[in-house]
């Protein structure tokens, strides 16, 4: 294993373990002339007899990789000999792993599953319609990265391969067992386009589900059977996909792209519908003089009844004291109504409302975000921006009050980029804007800071950071947000200013500055407690014990 410091072919300084997998490990290195991060896997030679075929499929990786070009794809630079290990040197790609992303939180959300599905799609398009056609052969989570832009990336192409038409039979059999199509395994053909749209459709059930194809009882059972809410479209699909036979599967990423992009077609209810239409069109034109005039008076009553029972389940959440019951009764007022957006931005309310978002209340969330009827879809297209206000609000429950503090950033961040895209034209809330477009940024540097101050890493982002923290204390002077987010702000402030204060020496930033602002903050504390209350009151006094570690902490500033 490479040591922290450690200087490879006199130019790529190893930073930090970033992943390890079975005969690998991952290492962030920086090319200090060019100040230019790079990603560089470590694979170790464990066995002699597999060293041929660890060299071969290195080789044919960076073959494969130097002539590819898309925005889906890393790009190899180099492969190095390293004291009996193999290096190879790659673009650093930010973000976690769809695997990281399971392991964190378990199935995933059935639209971002349908968008990453669909950006797969286009990557694999790109690699079949290359002359002769590159076929991947190895999708599975762990190979497919997440940036914080929410865009994908397809890494580690080991077992890749180029398709040969005259060919009967692969030479070597790579895959992943459980994500492996079947002529993946030996002795049924050579892999084609259809070998990767197999692996696709497994990737994307294990992603639905949670439930990983490669582990015991390695069934691949109906999605809508491990989860009743999922979409039977995408469950048509992925059974599609995994066919066995591959003459059954879609027969190209341009046929299985089209499917994702028309799933809600594909189910049931849909697909009776299209039987029946013709069936009843004739004798509809027949009634349509008498619906006429019995559909206005109907749909007025309709329309009452619904708005009646919309405001009688919105009022009882309203007057619930607990937040299940409130929950309980603000979906079923989404459920009547999914246009409208009292209940969506109350419920966000109450996610926060006792100081702390729980994994019980983000489960609700995530229903909300998973359902088959796409709530949060009609919302948006009803009113954006009132559904980027509820977006703000969730990126705000993430980031100031979920549980779990050292992941609050990371998913705060998909909330206020989507409240940032849908704020942006409208002038009245120009503020919320400035604050999403922040947080965003943010949220990412958090995800991807993994270097302690101690190390010459990124001095540029920690600063990019702090003045971050600095912009928004004057939007928040400008126009206060609550107490406990404001206080929650200091804190980060006071918390970054210790962590940080060797970056902030290096960037020019002085003592004076930084106990300034810390005097402006203990200003505004002093009045705050003045009218605080509760669990304020306990935010107050911990803003202040960390002002008194920042200002030790600073103290090597000049």
Same mark, same amino acid.
């Given at each position: 294993?490479? /040591?922290?410091?450690?200087?490879?072919?006199?130019?790529?300084?190893?930073?930090?373990?970033?992943?390890s997998?079975?005969?690998?490990?991952?290492?962030?290195?920086?090319?200090e002339?060019?100040?230019?991060?790079?990603?560089?896997?470590?694979?170790?030679?464990?066995?002699?007899t597999? =060293?041929?075929?660890?060299?071969?499929?290195?080789?044919?990786?960076?073959?494969?990789?130097?002539? +590819?070009?898309?925005?889906?794809?890393?790009?190899?630079?180099?492969?190095?000999?390293? #004291?009996?290990?193999?290096?190879?040197?790659?673009?650093?790609?930010?973000?976690?792993?769809?695997?990281?992303?399971?392991?964190?939180?378990?199935?995933?959300?059935?639209?971002?599953?349908?968008?990453?599905?669909?950006? =797969?799609?286009?990557?694999?398009?790109?690699?079949?319609?290359?002359?002769?056609?590159?076929?991947?052969?190895?999708?599975k989570?762990?190979n497919?990265?997440?940036?914080?832009?929410?865009?994908? $990336?397809?890494?580690?192409?080991?077992?890749?391969?180029?398709?040969?038409?005259?060919?009967?039979?692969d030479?070597?059999?790579?895959?992943?067992?459980?994500?492996?199509?079947?002529?993946?395994?030996?002795?049924?053909?050579?892999?084609?386009?259809?070998?990767?749209?197999?692996?696709?459709?497994?990737?994307?059930?294990?992603?639905?589900?949670?439930?990983?194809?490669?582990?015991?009882?390695?069934?691949?059972?109906? $999605?809508? /059977?491990?989860?009743?809410?999922?979409?039977?479209?995408?469950?048509?699909?992925?059974?599609?996909?995994?066919?066995?036979?591959?003459?059954?599967?879609?027969?190209?990423?341009?046929?299985?792209?089209?499917a994702?992009?028309?799933?809600?077609? +594909?189910? /049931?209810?849909?697909v009776?519908?299209?039987?029946?239409?013709?069936?009843?069109?004739?004798?509809?034109?027949?009634?349509?003089?008498?619906?006429?005039?019995l559909?206005?008076?109907?749909? $007025?009553?309709?329309?009452?009844?619904?708005?009646?029972?919309?405001?009688?389940?919105?009022?009882?959440?309203? /007057?619930?004291?607990?937040?299940?019951?409130?929950?309980q009764?603000?979906?079923?007022?989404? %459920?009547?109504?999914?246009?409208?957006?009292?209940?969506?931005?109350?419920?966000? %309310?109450?996610?926060?409302?006792?100081?702390?978002?729980?994994?019980?209340?983000?489960? @609700?969330?995530?229903?909300? $975000?998973?359902?088959?009827?796409?709530?949060?879809?009609?919302?948006?297209?009803?009113?954006?921006?009132?559904?980027? %206000?509820?977006?703000?609000?969730?990126?705000?429950?993430?980031?100031?009050?979920?549980?779990?503090?050292?992941?609050?950033?990371?998913?705060?961040?998909?909330?206020?980029?989507? !409240?940032?895209?849908?704020?942006?034209?409208? #002038?009245?809330?120009?503020?919320?804007?400035?604050?999403?477009? =922040?947080?965003?940024?943010?949220?990412?540097?958090?995800?991807?800071?993994?270097?302690?101050?101690?190390?010459?890493?990124?001095?540029?982002e920690?600063?990019?950071?702090?003045?971050?923290?600095?912009?928004?204390?004057?939007?928040?002077?400008?126009?206060?947000?609550?107490?406990?987010?404001?206080?929650?702000?200091?804190?980060?402030?006071?918390?970054s200013?210790?962590?940080?204060?060797?970056?902030?020496?290096?960037?020019?930033?002085t003592?004076?500055?930084?106990?300034?602002?810390?005097?402006?903050?203990?200003?505004? @504390?002093?009045?705050?407690? !003045?009218?605080?209350?509760?669990?304020?009151?306990?935010?107050?006094?911990?803003?202040?014990? +960390?002002?008194?570690?920042?200002?030790?902490?600073?103290?090597?500033?000049?």
């Open positions: 294993m490479l /040591k922290v410091g450690t200087v490879i072919d006199s130019k790529y300084k190893i930073l930090n373990i970033i992943g997998g079975g005969m690998s490990t991952v290492y962030l290195a920086i090319n002339k060019a100040n230019k991060l790079w990603a560089i896997k470590e694979v170790r030679r464990d066995a002699q597999e =060293l041929d075929t660890i060299r071969q499929s290195l080789i044919r990786e960076k073959e494969i990789l130097t002539r +590819l070009s898309h925005k889906g794809l890393p790009s190899i630079i180099d492969v190095v000999d390293y #004291e009996e290990n193999f290096l190879i040197v790659m673009d650093y790609i930010e973000g976690i792993t769809l695997k990281e992303a399971l392991d964190k939180q378990g199935a995933q959300p059935q639209a971002a599953v349908v968008d990453w599905a669909i950006q =797969l799609c286009e990557v694999l398009k790109y690699l079949h319609s290359l002359n002769p056609p590159i076929i991947y052969r190895d999708m989570p762990s497919i990265m997440l940036r914080p832009d929410n865009r994908l $990336v397809l890494i580690d192409f080991g077992t890749a391969r180029e398709y040969k038409e005259k060919s009967l039979t030479t070597t059999y790579l895959g992943t067992q459980g994500y492996a199509a079947p002529e993946q395994l030996g002795g049924i053909g050579q892999t084609d386009a259809r070998t990767d749209i197999y692996s696709l459709g497994t990737t994307m059930y294990h992603l639905l589900t949670g439930n990983n194809p490669s582990e015991p009882p390695y069934e691949l059972y109906p $999605v809508t /059977k491990c989860n009743p809410i999922l979409s039977d479209g995408l469950e048509h699909i992925i059974c599609r996909c995994t066919q066995p036979n591959p003459q059954k599967r879609y027969q190209s990423a341009d046929e299985l792209l089209y994702l992009k028309h799933y809600k077609e +594909l189910e /049931k209810k849909t009776h519908g299209y039987k029946r239409k013709m069936q009843i069109f004739c004798a509809n034109i027949l009634l349509a003089a008498l619906t006429l005039s559909s206005f008076a109907t749909g $007025v009553r309709a329309h009452s009844k619904q708005e009646n029972e919309y405001e009688y389940f919105v009022g009882v959440a309203d /007057k619930a004291s607990d937040f299940d019951t409130k929950a009764y603000y979906l079923k007022a989404i %459920d009547t109504n999914a246009q409208s957006e009292d209940a969506y931005c109350k419920l966000a %309310d109450n996610f926060v409302s006792d100081g702390i978002f729980t994994d019980a209340e983000e489960a @609700v969330l995530v229903n909300l $975000v998973i359902s088959s009827d796409d709530y949060l879809e009609k919302f948006k297209e009803r009113n954006p921006v009132k559904y980027a %206000d509820f977006c703000y609000s969730v990126g705000n429950a993430y980031w100031f009050y979920y549980e779990h503090e050292e992941s609050r950033g990371i998913n705060a961040v998909r909330w206020y980029a989507e !409240a940032q895209e849908h704020y942006q034209y409208n #002038e009245e809330r120009t503020v919320e804007l400035k604050r999403s477009r =922040l947080y965003a940024q943010m949220g990412s540097f958090r995800m991807n800071a993994v270097l302690s101050p101690e190390n010459e890493y990124d001095k540029e920690y600063i990019k950071y702090w003045n971050n923290l600095l912009e928004l204390k004057g939007i928040n002077d400008a126009e206060p947000d609550k107490d406990m987010i404001t206080l929650r702000l200091y804190e980060e402030i006071a918390r200013a210790a962590e940080y204060a060797g970056f902030l020496l290096d960037g020019g930033i003592k004076a500055e930084v106990n300034e602002l810390f005097d402006d903050i203990r200003g505004d @504390v002093d009045k705050m407690e !003045a009218r605080a209350t509760g669990s304020v009151l306990e935010e107050i006094e911990d803003v202040r014990v +960390l002002l008194e570690i920042a200002e030790e902490m600073t103290a090597v500033l000049p």
